[in-house]
């Protein structure tokens, strides 16, 4: 590597694993399955000199040597990767990501908690204001039940899953809840039932929460859930000092109808600064050709989007995780395009083609 001889590199390399290999056969202990120096060596490699490993194996996990880069290489000239192969796809008509096998059984126990969560939420007053921390959890019960269900191979077939109406009106109502005076009471109606709930400015409504709940309102198009959004916004409750902050305050410029391109030029400053960080950013490359209006471009930095998310989801237990089989934020924006009149070019099991269809343009 120090001499820059890519070839004898790639020899000495697959030299390395495979003497990893026999070194531990089929008594590998856990911590021979990820070999340290191998992994470091291509890392360094690909991240300084731009070579992709000639060795395919599982000692050299994809996500780790590139830093959680999508698959594919790297071309300048657009976001992070824009592929002459993906231009070439989406030239012919559509750009195809897969997704990989996530399937989950939703246990009959979580389901009947979740129903009852519901229940206590949605049930008549009974005198008392309900605490708004129920809501929130309320949200977080229907934003994995559709996770879940998004998993399943059939996909989701519904226009508008009950799961995301819920999550979606359930983050409304936290934040009509916000706008309000501390101390006072607010009486919502939800799913036409009234009720009434204290009035309190606290983490419920936090930046993290606000970005979640804008992602339902944009995917199920309810206005009515967006506009308590776009009147408060991320940090209306505390400051936001987290790494996703610009991407949020692009996003809510954007739908405020203010000048968002400051902060998504922020936003993709800071996910370029984030991509060693070892966490998913949101997709601010992909938010950032929706503020320039370039449909092209917006349909190549979904597919990245995607592939980025699979990759990340594809490392250790977070395949595990409710999040693998759909990306919120992702899934928003390209229902928000479809509504503002653009072709999503990208077809994928991460975006069901009954929500985008759902989506019609205004």
């Known amino acids: 590597m120090a001499a820059e ?35 470091a060596l291509a890392a360094l490699a690909y991240r300084t000199l731009g070579w992709a490993p000639a ?17 594919g290489p790297r071309v300048a000239g657009f976001g992070r990767n824009r ?5 070439a796809a989406l030239g012919a008509g559509h750009l195809v990501v897969e997704r990989p096998d996530c399937e989950r059984t939703v246990h009959s126990q979580t389901e009947a908690m979740y129903e009852e969560n519901l229940r206590e939420v949605l049930a008549p007053a009974d005198g008392k204001p309900l605490a708004v921390s129920r809501l929130e959890g309320v949200m977080g019960d229907q934003e994995r039940l559709f996770q879940w269900r998004a998993a399943d191979p059939g996909g ?70 967006l506009a308590p ?21 692009a996003l809510h410029a954007y739908l405020k109808g203010v ?59 977070r395949a595990d995780d409710p999040e693998a089989s759909v990306n919120l934020d992702v899934l928003a924006l390209a229902c928000h395009a479809r509504r503002r009149g653009w072709a999503i070019r990208v077809e994928s099991p991460y975006l069901p083609q009954s929500l985008l269809q759902a989506a019609e343009p205004f």
């Open 5 to 39: 001889d890519q070839h004898a590199f790639d020899t000495a390399l697959s030299d390395l694993l495979v003497r990893e290999s026999t070194l531990h056969g089929p008594s590998a202990s856990p911590s021979s399955l990820l070999p340290l120096v191998p992994i």
């Open 55 to 71: 060795v395919h194996t599982d000692y050299l996990p994809h996500a780790l040597i590139t830093g959680f880069e999508s698959r």
């Open 83 to 87: 592929r002459p192969d993906a231009v």
């Open 156 to 225: 989701v077939t519904e226009p508008l899953p009950a799961n995301l109406r819920l999550a979606s009106r359930m983050g409304a109502a936290l934040f009509r809840i916000a706008q309000a005076e501390p101390g006072t009471e607010v009486e919502l109606t939800i799913d036409g039932r009234t009720r009434r709930y204290r009035a309190e400015r606290c983490e419920a409504a936090g930046p993290g929460v606000w970005q979640k709940a804008t992602a339902f309102a944009l995917i199920t198009g309810a206005r009515e859930d």
């Open 229 to 249: 959004l776009v009147l408060t916004g991320p940090a209306f409750t505390r400051p936001d000092g987290s790494a996703f902050a610009a991407y949020r305050e």
């Open 259 to 317: 000048d968002p391109e400051p902060a998504a030029q922020r936003a993709l400053e800071q996910d370029e600064k984030a991509k060693d960080w070892g966490f998913a950013m949101p997709p601010a490359v992909l938010l950032s050709q929706l503020v320039e209006g370039d449909e092209e471009s917006f349909n190549l930095a979904l597919a990245d989007a995607l592939e980025a998310h699979r990759a990340y989801y594809q490392v250790a237990d």
